[in-house]
């Protein structure tokens, strides 16, 4: 069976995280993609390596299923490569810092001129307009501008960022279906559009119920917040507040090592059996506890009573307890728990590789299953490991011609 985007070819110019994780996932949806590096190659290869002279899992774990051409745009010869390169492509994809495409003389414009069909995705810290066009911008560059750090930890602390990348694989995920619209829309038309997506807006589009709340703070107090919020003028950080409209809250279990403890959400429609099995008719009968909005105001006893309960039981145990009485919850997953187990396996979540320079490795699988495109994940490329095959593949050019282009400069420094 065709994959999804089977015949879509991609001209993958994205290093670091942000691009790359847009075009695993296009890679993994069926399409070709076609790594595009300089001749140093894309920098996370040799980023944090654990093993020497190998790529690093940086790279590894991003940059699966595609295929690595090198080409060295600082030479005429190599940006005759990239000129032939975008006539065969249906997309364009980058992430450089503001105006380095266009450093090389290849703007929007001047791409769309030489191939009208294609489509091209930018991801830039904060887009090409506004007084921040101009800055760089990482992870948590991102997290610090677009609302989440501000947002993310305990009140009494500092801002904390999240683990989940959310400003560099956050954007990557806006970007994947800025191009699938695009695409969409190409077949249609015929004509090939410019997505961008910028790390700031993404990340403010993740924090949006931040500022569902940023417009609540006037109009009284938020008892669903275990935080006074009386006269702020921003949404606080509330630690593990659910954040919805049921309460919420991470519960300690035993032996109280740094991941036992399971987030349990007190739903409405679960108290009772809950409250029950807790404390019996008493506890169901409590007034304090009685509406969801007691069970607000009077949180703080409640989270110490579940506290208290959960103290006997270790997370799992937990877990098994709270799931007889249909109570969304969920045990604190640390890496290791993650990486055995049973679930994830059977998802297809955590999956082993090899590599010729690393030997075995785990990647994360691909978050979405579609019935008809099973994704075989396959290691990540050498660096030019694919040089010669895809210009004898895409561009039919023979040996003569590809090493004439060698000669003159076109895929080394
Ligand atoms: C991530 C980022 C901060 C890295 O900054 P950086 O390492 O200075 O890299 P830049 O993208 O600015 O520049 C890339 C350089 O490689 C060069 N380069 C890229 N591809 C090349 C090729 N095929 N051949 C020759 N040179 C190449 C560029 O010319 C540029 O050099 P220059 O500064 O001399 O013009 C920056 O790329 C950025 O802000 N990107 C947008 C936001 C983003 O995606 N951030 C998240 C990353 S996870």
């Excluded at 590894?60 to 600082?74: A, D, E, G």
């Excluded at 006269?231 to 519960?251: F, K």
Aim: net charge negative; aromatic share 8%; with cysteine.
């Amino acid at each position: 069976m065709e994959k999804a985007l089977a015949g879509i070819r991609i001209l993958d110019m994205t290093h670091v995280q942000a691009g790359p994780t847009a075009s695993q996932l296009m890679a993994w949806l069926g399409a070709d993609v076609i790594k595009f590096e300089p001749p140093a190659g894309d920098a996370t290869r040799g980023q944090l390596r654990d093993v020497p002279n190998a790529d690093s899992l940086y790279f590894t774990m991003l940059n699966c299923n595609k295929r690595s051409i090198v080409v060295n745009m600082k030479s005429d010869a190599g940006k005759e490569v990239f000129v032939e390169l975008l006539k065969n492509c249906d997309v364009i994809m980058e992430n450089f810092g503001p105006g380095v495409l266009d450093r090389f003389g290849f703007t929007w414009d001047k791409i769309h001129d030489i191939n009208p069909a294609i489509v091209m995705g930018s991801i830039k810290g904060f887009g090409s307009s506004g007084p921040y066009a101009e800055f760089k911008a990482y992870e948590n560059v991102a997290q610090a501008m677009g609302g989440s750090m501000s947002t993310t930890g305990f009140d009494d602390g500092p801002p904390l960022v999240t683990g989940a990348q959310i400003g560099d694989s956050g954007t990557g995920l806006h970007l994947v279906i800025g191009l699938l619209a695009a695409l969409q829309a190409r077949n249609r038309t015929g004509r090939g559009q410019y997505v961008e997506v910028a790390m700031m807006d993404s990340v403010m589009n993740l924090c949006r119920v931040k500022f569902r709340d940023h417009q609540r703070l006037t109009r009284g107090p938020m008892p669903e917040y275990s935080i006074p919020t009386e006269g702020r003028h921003a949404t606080p950080r509330s630690g593990n507040d659910s954040g919805g409209g049921q309460l919420g809250n991470a519960v300690k279990c035993k032996p109280g090592g740094p991941n036992d403890y399971i987030y349990v959400v007190v739903q409405e429609a679960v108290w009772n059996a809950l409250a029950q099995h807790m404390g019996g008719d008493a506890l169901v009968q409590d007034p304090r506890f009685a509406t969801i909005g007691e069970r607000r105001k009077n949180q703080g006893v409640m989270w110490d009573m579940l506290n208290k309960f959960a103290s006997q039981f270790t997370k799992r145990e937990f877990m098994a307890v709270l799931n007889e009485m249909d109570v969304p919850c969920g045990p604190i997953m640390s890496t290791e728990d993650l990486a055995n187990d049973e679930h994830v396996k059977l998802r297809d979540m955590y999956v082993e590789l090899d590599h010729p320079t690393r030997g075995t490795w785990y990647n994360v699988g691909m978050p979405i299953k579609l019935s008809d495109n099973h994704v075989k994940i396959e290691r990540s490329p050498l660096l030019g490991e694919h040089t010669d095959n895809v210009l004898g593949d895409v561009l039919g050019w023979d040996a003569a011609k590809i090493e004439a282009h060698r000669s003159a400069g076109a895929f080394s420094k």
